[in-house]
């Protein structure tokens, strides 16, 4: 999607990118998801990091496999505005008026100190301007399901499935839904404004690559069978390791 804003606030907009699909084979089975759980089960409960609960207090009451998804977007911002300035130039001590571009300037004495010590005084015109600045960004970015901004390269790398409709297809049930419906979220995270921005010339928004990348996550339910408490453990199904996305 490319969105302009020109001086005139006249916006046009284009198609997206075609969004790709991709599910990532499963590299890790249950069983070896389950040996993982029930060996580090009780550092799950853990208090203080090191007060952990006695082996047989904690029961993992199942492992389920969902897939859950993840936004990849890369974009690129450009910038053309003017950005408001405010001047300060030294002029001669006797100097009562400045004439700059025709605008009379009265000079203001300015006192300063370093490290308490008074410093001889001396004269300034202060005057508003307009610097005309340029400004580019290109952001990979990549959001949960809820809209949340994660760190892309901590989202497992897996080999692709072949036929990701298919997959999804088979197990509806197991594959999660994302909640993001348009690009606001992707235009507030890139399209960041600098301070003190005035006029804008023209303001590009452009999204050059988009996916939906589903990962293969187990989720472990253990219980503390003497407090109750239960604990939900997601396992990367591509590392085995535990995920915090």
């Given at each position: ?41 009780t ?13 047989e ?44 571009f ?57 080999p ?49 690559e ?22 939900i ?13």
């Open positions: 999607m490319v969105a302009s804003i020109l001086a005139k606030e006249e916006i046009n907009e284009e198609e997206p990118p075609e969004r790709k699909l991709i599910v990532h084979k499963i590299i890790v089975d249950l069983e070896t998801v389950r040996n993982v759980i029930v060996k580090d089960k550092r799950f409960f853990a208090k203080l990091g090191f007060l952990k609960p006695k082996h207090e904690i029961e993992c009451e199942s492992v389920l496999l969902f897939y859950e998804p993840f936004l990849m977007v890369k974009a690129n911002y450009f910038l053309d505005y003017y950005e408001n300035k405010t001047y300060r130039t030294k002029v001669g001590d006797n100097a009562t008026e400045v004439v700059v025709g605008q009379t300037l009265k000079p203001e004495v300015i006192s300063e100190r370093t490290k308490g010590v008074l410093k001889r005084s001396h004269k300034e015109i202060v005057f508003d301007a307009q610097e005309r600045v340029i400004h580019k960004a290109i952001e990979q970015i990549a959001l949960n399901r809820t809209g949340r901004e994660i760190d892309p390269t901590k989202l497992p790398s897996a692709a499935e072949p036929e990701p409709e298919k997959v999804l297809k088979e197990c509806p049930e197991k594959a999660r839904k994302l909640r993001i419906s348009s690009f606001n979220t992707l235009k507030e995270i890139v399209c960041k404004k600098p301070p003190n921005i005035g006029r804008i010339v023209e303001e590009v928004f452009e999204v050059t988009h996916a939906i990348v589903y990962t293969p996550i187990y989720e472990a339910r253990c219980r503390h069978l003497k407090t109750g408490e239960i604990k453990v997601p396992i990367s199904g591509v590392t085995g390791k535990m995920l915090s996305l």
